[in-house]
């Protein structure tokens, strides 16, 4: 009888601890799908510990059991020989782990660059590494086992091995010889290591710059040897643009697949401004998240430096990927409602929720031009972003290349024939351009022409869809400002100030385009110019000033990244000094 007693209550202590118990106790208290995804994951970028410790704190209020750790801590499992890097890679897993967070990952790429390998190894034609080798995978194999050595107890690693550094493919061998296989062989060594040595866990990162690559890595992932590694892939084709359709890749992968999501907002503005749009996340993870390979999600909490969203209005992305994977047939207003209230309150949520609906349509009228985003990571970078005009275009990965722009101008457009035809600078219109190979099959269907295309119909265009976001961003200030007496001081000015920075981005974006594209239409034929052109652009100069002024006023105020918002302040002004030099 007691041996009986030991073994239910052995059994029943496992069942506690275990997955199964955290999932099913979650499930009776209504707080999970009984058909809810096993990964659930956030990526912290920022280097900045305050900012990490907040998000590893906040972590638990949104079920995360995955916790990646990439890109300004650690990018690749080599910086780990860094002592700075490992004391706070190390601190970081730990803290996670004591936060109750089951699997800490680092983020690596291989290979690295060639440099970093031994020259003996470097024997193939040009100084490639000769991958026929046995000595050099003896070599990579034991460089991990000393990294892996100094960061015992992180759970694994998210491995980008596709145009990384020394570029795998590129490497000499006569045995291998497909790129996808020596691009396998790279991370097979590596699963050799991980899985095979050290019963860690491997995600490899997935993405490519048209569809040849995709096929590519298809044609590598069936060179895999282990089944255990897992891919990790993101919610749209090539890079985070709103614009973008679904990666449809995704579904097409005959092996466990995690997907990765954009909540820090790389190409629309980084938390600096307000992204409060649970919609676009919940449609995005809805499309994917009954796809029989799809194991669960993973999000960025920041862009670099203090961008994190956490605790913030913008985690209201967060806390969509959260309640529809709890809930999947759970609506975008109820998702408003709930995080609006939790945050700040039954009182405020109608101004709060009015100001947060209009954030997706401001954003995508002011760091998007007629369906395609002319940001440079936010930046402001009309006139020299030449990935704007070919690499980022949203046409790339659509058939037929349309998109239907409403914001006041309510127009369905070709994307190349009609929208980069007319808005690209005359120096990404030719196949001398350096962004003409990414679109080689573009200039040979005779989509672009290689001559100034911007006119007056197109000018209203532009300047129509700014004037819509700018006069979008004022409503939405204007409900923030009903509730400040409503809310703490703290917590209004918080989020006053994200809303009055969207406006102020809108201002000058929409200032700036009116110059700028109303100057490239003065430079042409008079025949072409719209009336009172002249006067448009004068005016829009004298917004830029106004605009910079009040932009200056808040410096050391905002969240700074990779996107530093005053640095647009510096190329609004050489954007008016420039146009004033053609109109004058």
């Not at 100084?127 to 990579?140: A, S």
């Not at 491995?159 to 097979?188: C, D, H």
């Not at 004037?467 to 989020?495: F, M, N, Q």
């Amino acid at each position: 009888m007691e041996k009986a007693l030991k073994i239910i209550f052995f059994f029943v202590a496992v069942y506690l601890v275990s997955p199964l118990h955290s999932a099913w106790g979650n499930v009776l208290s209504g707080q999970l799908s009984t058909d809810c995804k096993d990964v659930r994951g956030w990526i912290i970028l920022s280097d900045n510990m305050d900012a990490a410790v907040r998000t590893i704190k906040a972590a638990s209020k949104y079920n995360i059991n995955q916790l990646q750790l990439s890109h300004e801590i650690i990018h690749d499992l080599r910086e780990i020989k860094n002592e700075k890097v490992c004391r706070q890679v190390n601190e970081l897993v730990n803290m996670a782990h004591s936060e109750g967070i089951s699997e800490v990952l680092l983020w690596d790429h291989s290979l690295y660059d060639i440099g970093y390998y031994p020259k003996c190894f470097r024997t193939g034609p040009g100084g490639t590494i000769n991958m026929d080798d046995p000595e050099f995978w003896m070599w990579l194999k034991e460089d991990y086992r000393r990294m892996l050595d100094l960061v015992p107890e992180a759970d694994g690693l998210v491995l980008t091995f596709i145009e990384t550094g020394a570029y795998a493919e590129k490497q000499f061998s006569e045995r291998m010889k497909l790129p996808e296989e020596k691009l396998a062989a790279v991370v097979n060594a590596i699963s050799d290591v991980l899985i095979g040595e050290r019963k860690k866990k491997l995600y490899i990162r997935t993405f490519a710059y048209s569809e040849t690559e995709y096929k590519s890595t298809i044609g590598c992932i069936k060179h895999l040897k282990y089944d255990e590694v897992i891919l990790m892939m993101k919610e749209t084709p090539h890079d985070f643009f709103l614009t973008h359709p679904d990666n449809v890749y995704i579904s097409k992968m005959d092996r466990p697949t995690i997907v990765e999501f954009d909540s820090g907002n790389e190409y629309s503005g980084q938390g600096v401004v307000a992204n409060t749009w649970p919609e676009y996340v919940m449609r995005r993870w809805g499309n994917y998240m009954h796809c029989p390979n799809v194991t669960g999600y993973v999000a960025r909490t920041d862009r670099y430096g203090d961008t994190n969203i956490v605790e913030t209005a913008n985690a209201i992305q967060l806390y969509a990927l959260k309640r529809k994977t709890e809930n999947p047939e759970i609506s975008a207003e109820q998702v408003y409602d709930e995080f609006i209230e939790l945050e700040y309150g039954k009182a405020a949520l109608l101004p709060v929720k009015k100001a947060f609906q209009k954030a997706f349509d401001i954003i995508t009228s002011i760091f998007y031009t007629l369906g395609t985003n002319l940001t440079d990571h936010s930046s402001l970078n009309y006139e020299n972003n030449r990935w704007s005009y070919s690499r980022h275009v949203s046409g790339r990965w659509i058939d037929p290349p349309v998109v239907r722009v409403e914001h006041d101008v309510n127009k369905t457009f070709h994307y190349w024939k009609d929208v980069i035809n007319h808005i690209a600078p005359v120096q990404f219109k030719s196949r001398f351009s350096p962004s003409f190979p990414e679109v080689r099959d573009v200039f040979n269907k005779g989509w672009i022409d290689t001559d100034e295309r911007m006119d007056s119909i197109y000018y209203h265009y532009v300047v129509t869809e700014k004037r819509y976001g700018v006069r979008l961003a004022a409503e939405a200030l204007a409900e923030i400002e009903k509730t400040k007496s409503l809310l703490s001081p703290a917590v209004y000015d918080d989020l006053q100030s994200l809303f009055y920075r969207t406006y102020l981005t809108a201002c000058l974006h929409e200032a700036v385009c009116t110059a700028y594209y109303g100057a490239r239409v003065y430079s042409r034929d008079r025949k072409l110019h719209p009336r009172m052109l002249k006067e448009d652009i004068l005016s829009a100069l004298e917004r830029i000033t106004r605009t910079v002024e009040k932009m200056n006023r808040l410096k050391g105020s905002y969240p700074t990244g990779q996107y530093d918002w005053l640095n647009d302040v510096r190329k609004a002004l050489w954007y008016k000094e420039k146009v004033a030099g053609i109109i004058n």
